[in-house]
């Protein structure tokens, strides 16, 4: 199929940074691997790191110029080639940046590459700064995730991922089973998601079997389900995924990742995902249109989320775009307010989404049956609840009580 193919081999450049060929993590490597940022700052510098933990980012590790004596010597790495590279790098780095930037977004896709290393006496000392330390919790986590998806794709690179395409089952019907359910039950569509941890709300359950806890969703009436597979702040995993998929249950799967590459679509794909969440704070439009082209030719669904009425209006200015979220909580300070939903679809915009027949998902921070009536009232035809349900000891009663009604079939 020859759009196939196109889009495959764009799939493979989607950014200039991969169409110049070359990655971080391939050129540039020269502190040991398991260096953190922290272990390599003096004392002195050590506040302000909460976020930091025990990652290592590859755009800092390509500081590796030496400073001795006033004087500036290439490191090893530094044949001409190289540097060449390296200057590249920074330039689209720096382009991508600035776009972003236009587009209100202030999510930095990578840490840009503050001050080298500094050498006192025997000493070196990595010094913190404006470039290398993430303003907030989602960018830190789009700045783990960039190093986790380089060496995800390295173990599983897309030549092995489009021939498990193949063999994956088809993606069902995530819209239409919102639609269906809206329907049926005469209440918003319920999402409901799969989530052992957040960094905002800690551990919410501690026995938490997935598959037990989907199945428990799909008998209280859940039109679909959203699984957690980012493992480093929500404890989630695409294991979850698999095994949910595996497990007979056929409520619609969303992956709820932090999408920076269209290689992880490819991936939720091949591990049962029918739908993809796609955050405009983090992906500006022509990211979105991309990646929600890729989705339309695996007919899964994009699942685009905003916070703000400058997001939304991005979203809504991209054709083809059928589903998107609002969240109640900014990801950036954790702020959680469920009258930004109804914010976001008063006057033109909540116009503009029934003549386009968009379905709007209220997410986040619904507990109550007032709450589904108010973000029902406000215009959504489905929502997405996680922490209400999944701390339940029985989630399918967790779902009854949430909606006021039994809304099983
Ligand atoms: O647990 P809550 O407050 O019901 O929220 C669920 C869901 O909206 C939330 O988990 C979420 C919405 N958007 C996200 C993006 C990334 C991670 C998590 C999310």
């Known amino acids: 199929m020859e759009s196939l193919n196109l889009i495959s081999l764009r799939a493979t450049s989607p950014t200039p940074r991969a169409a110049a060929g070359f990655s971080f993590q391939q050129s540039l490597n020269p502190i040991p691997k398991n260096s953190s940022i922290s272990s390599l700052m003096p004392q002195a510098h050590k506040k302000n790191q909460s976020f930091l933990g ?30 060449a590279l390296k200057i590249k790098e920074w330039e689209v780095g720096m382009y991508q940046n600035e776009v972003a930037a236009s587009q209100g977004i202030k999510i930095r896709r990578r840490p840009s590459s503050g001050p080298p290393q500094h050498y006192v006496g025997p000493f070196e000392f990595r010094l913190q700064n404006e470039g290398n330390t993430p303003r907030n919790i989602l960018e830190e986590i789009v700045w783990n995730k960039d190093v986790e998806v380089t060496q995800m794709k390295e173990k599983k690179p897309y030549a092995v991922l489009k021939k498990l395409l193949d063999k994956a089952p088809p993606a069902r019907d995530f819209i239409g089973a919102l639609k269906a359910a809206n329907a049926r039950t005469g209440f918003p569509g319920l999402i409901a998601e799969v989530k052992k941890a957040s960094p905002s709300r800690g551990v919410l359950r501690e026995n938490f079997d997935p598959v037990q806890i989907a199945k428990a969703y799909e008998k209280g009436g859940a039109a679909c389900l959203s699984v957690l597979t980012d493992a480093k702040y929500f404890q989630g995993g695409f294991e979850n995924l698999e095994l949910i998929r595996n497990s007979g249950v056929q409520c619609p799967l969303l992956c709820k990742e932090f999408v920076i590459d269209a290689w992880q679509i490819y991936y939720a794909r091949v591990k049962g995902a029918d739908a993809i969440l796609l955050i405009a704070a983090v992906l500006p439009d022509l990211d979105l249109k991309y990646m929600t082209k ?116």
């Open 54 to 83: 025990q990652i290592s980012f590859p755009a800092i590790k390509s500081q590796q110029f030496e400073v001795k004596d006033g004087s500036s010597t290439a490191s090893e790495t530094s044949v001409p080639e190289v540097d």
């Open 294 to 409: 890729i989705c339309k030719l695996f007919g899964m669904t994009a699942l685009v989320e905003v916070h703000d009425e400058r997001e939304f209006d991005r979203v809504l200015a991209i054709e083809g775009i059928e589903l998107i979220g609002i969240n109640n909580r900014n990801l950036e300070t954790f702020e959680l307010d469920i009258a930004n939903t109804k914010k976001l679809l008063e006057g033109e915009r909540g116009q503009k989404i029934i003549e386009k027949g968009i379905t709007v998902v209220g997410e986040s921070g619904l507990f109550t049956p007032a709450d589904i009536a108010y973000v029902q009232e406000a215009g959504v035809k489905a929502v997405l609840v996680g922490e209400s349900l999944v701390k339940q000891d029985d989630p399918t009663a967790g779902i009854a009580q949430l909606f006021g009604k039994d809304i099983s079939l």
